[in-house]
Each structure stands twice: as C-alpha cells, then as structure tokens.
C-alpha cells in the first residue's frame, strides 16, 4: 500500500497487514513573521505548532517565507536551515499587490510598511496553485500561516 499525502497520519501501524510507503509531497509553505532577534527555536516551535493544528505532516514542508527585512534576522535562517529547506523573501512592493485580502495589524505596517506578513508571503512563495490552509497562529510572538501548493 502506498499513501501519498501531507497530511499527518494517526494510524495503529500494529492494525495494517500489509506493508506500507509513505510518500511525502514537498508542497507545503510556511509564513513567517517574528520580531528581531527571535530565536530559531521558537521559530521552529511555531511552525511545529501550526502544522500540528492543520492535520499537516512536517515532512512535506518545502519552505519558509518572510517579508526582505528580515533578511538577515539569524533565527530565521537558523530555522530554515535546521529544517534543511530554503527561504524565500519577499519585498514590501509584492507584499502590497495582496493588500486587503487579509487582516492588518497597524503594529506590523508601522514596523515593515505593510500590514500583513505570514498570509501574503505564504500564498506568494507557491505562486497561482497556492491557497491557505492555515490562517495566520501567534505562538510567542511568532505569526505562521501555511499554505498549500497543488500538484500539477
């Protein structure tokens, strides 16, 4: 039996009679948003619990995503390096031509000039075949939002 899914998977493995695979698309993308100067762990710690709470399997993580500003914010690259997939950077200017399809915090606009993060840069790192799964999570301090790219 082979399941290919990014969802996580709760089965008894004791139950199954027959061998089984695992295939993990790599079509997952996290959204981050962080204020300087935090830690890779707790990076890590707020993308473990969002894919938690979407059902969604880690392994199928394929990257993270960030506002440019954040560019040399070292816990973020830590994480993504820790979790051996790449990240991607967005400008302010992409950013903005989402604008309106997602919730503002006037704290973020007045910090990076625009007023949403982790939803924007998520649906903007998987292109056209992209949608949420995941609206935006705060776990200390931290905003994750995932998003899903489709299989072609």
């Known amino acids: 039996m082979v399941l290919v899914t990014n969802k996580k998977m709760e089965m008894d493995i004791e139950r199954i009679t027959r061998p089984f695979l695992f295939l993990r698309p790599r079509n997952l993308i996290a959204g981050i948003g962080c204020r300087r100067g935090t830690a890779a762990g707790t ?3 707020a993308v473990g619990l969002a894919l938690a ?3 969604l399997a880690a392994a199928s993580l394929k990257m993270l995503a960030s506002i440019d500003v954040k ?4 816990g973020l690259i830590q994480a993504a390096q820790r979790l051996g997939i790449p990240l991607k950077l967005f400008s302010a200017r992409e950013i903005q031509g989402l604008e309106g399809q997602f919730a ?3 704290f973020v606009k007045k910090t990076v000039g625009v007023g949403a993060v982790c939803e924007p840069v998520a649906m903007l790192a998987g292109g056209n ?4 799964v995941l609206p935006k ?3 200390q301090g931290v905003t994750v939002a995932v998003a899903e790219e489709s299989c072609p």
């Open 43 to 45: 990076i890590l710690a």
């Open 53 to 55: 709470r979407a059902g």
């Open 71 to 74: 560019s040399a914010e070292k």
């Open 104 to 106: 503002v915090s006037e």
């Open 129 to 132: 075949r992209t949608r949420l």
């Open 137 to 139: 999570i705060v776990h």
